[in-house]
């Protein structure tokens, strides 16, 4: 089946650094999106990122589709920004049906 | 106001009962999910509903029925809960324009003993 890889697994940052999350995909994917699950649980939409750079504050993606991959960025990292990180995306003409990644769980420390 | 809500947060409940999960969004969107995230937080989707018809369904055992009265409500209807129903439940829905991305509610945390 469709593969979707994050990488790191974990990551524990002291406040203030920056970090570079990556998603890869083992096939071309449509409706890539960033997802941010905070500790209580909620799932919020970072990013709609098909392809190219988007850029919301202290936050950016890129999405290189025709190398499958797609890199959140995240700077000057705060302890709100802990949580798990997650990339998803649809295959083919299942657009509706996003597969999520494993996630990166990111811990910043005060 | 919440774009997304589900009911109820928490749900324990015996094996063996039936239980059902609430979601209504306000955001006008025309298609709905349901998602649900393990205890290694894997997510993974169930269903789906485009303007109360199903357009996903995946390999759910069919103790899962999902109903959609019109386009702003989803609710999950589980028959017979078995210990492995245990999860966090996530209704979401989505615009037509894609742009705007997926909004999910906060969750159902489903406890089955």
């Known amino acids: 089946g469709i593969q979707v890889e994050q990488s790191p697994p974990d990551l524990i940052l002291q406040e203030g650094a920056n970090s570079t999350l990556r998603c890869n995909f083992s096939?071309?994917?449509?409706?890539l999106q960033w997802f941010h699950q905070n500790p209580w649980g909620q799932l919020i939409n970072l990013f709609y990122?098909?392809?190219g750079t988007k850029q919301n504050g202290r936050l950016s993606a890129t999405t290189v589709a025709t190398e499958r991959y797609s890199l959140l960025y995240i700077s000057s990292s705060q302890t709100t920004d802990s949580g798990v990180y997650f990339c998803?995306?649809?295959?083919?003409?299942?657009?509706?049906?996003?597969?999520f990644g494993t996630g990166t769980l990111l811990a910043v420390q005060p | 106001d919440t774009a997304v809500s589900q009911t109820p947060k928490y749900l324990v409940t015996q094996m063996g009962n039936d239980k059902s999960i609430k979601c209504e969004q306000n955001?006008?969107?025309?298609?709905m999910y349901w998602y649900k995230q393990d205890s290694k937080k894997f997510l993974k989707i169930m269903f789906s509903y485009n303007n109360k018809e199903l357009i996903i369904n995946e390999t759910v055992p069919n103790r899962f029925s999902p109903k959609s009265p019109d386009k702003a409500h989803l609710n999950l209807h589980i028959n017979s809960l078995e210990l492995g129903d245990s999860a966090v439940y996530f209704c979401?829905?989505?615009?037509?324009?894609?742009?705007?991305?997926?909004?999910f509610g906060s969750g159902t945390r489903l406890t089955v003993v």
């Open positions: 998803a995306g649809a295959y083919g003409g299942a657009t509706n049906k996003l597969i």
């Open positions: 990122i098909p392809s």
């Open positions: 955001l006008g969107h025309d298609t």
């Open positions: 096939d071309s994917v449509n409706n």
């Open positions: 979401a829905s989505s615009h037509p324009d894609r742009e705007y991305g997926y909004t």
